[in-house]
């Protein structure tokens, strides 16, 4: 979805809303930002959603990929074994 494209219908009605640190809900999905705690350290993933207006197809990725490394760490998340 990230090129504009909906991967369920392929209509190029995709909209996409983000909230960054300081502009609040902008988008009003939640949630719009994670807070991952590893240890001492707190680290918020903030999230870009994605929307296809023709079929109503939603999807979210974290904005910040840079900042995912945190996940094996972090308190409360696992990795989910394939099937």
């Given at each position: 979805m990230q090129d504009g494209t909906c991967p369920k219908c392929q209509s190029p009605e995709v909209y996409r809303g983000s909230s960054r640190e300081g502009d609040g809900l902008t988008?009003?999905?939640y949630p719009s930002i994670v807070e991952i705690v590893a240890g001492r350290k707190?680290?918020?993933l903030w999230i870009d959603?994605?929307?296809c207006?023709?079929?109503g197809y939603l999807e979210m990725r974290i904005?910040?990929?840079?900042e995912l490394s945190v996940?094996?760490?972090a308190d409360g998340w696992?990795?989910?074994a394939p099937a």
């Amino acid at each position: 979805m990230q090129d504009g494209t909906c991967p369920k219908c392929q209509s190029p009605e995709v909209y996409r809303g983000s909230s960054r640190e300081g502009d609040g809900l902008t988008a009003g999905i939640y949630p719009s930002i994670v807070e991952i705690v590893a240890g001492r350290k707190q680290t918020t993933l903030w999230i870009d959603t994605y929307i296809c207006r023709a079929c109503g197809y939603l999807e979210m990725r974290i904005a910040n990929r840079d900042e995912l490394s945190v996940l094996t760490q972090a308190d409360g998340w696992e990795k989910v074994a394939p099937a």
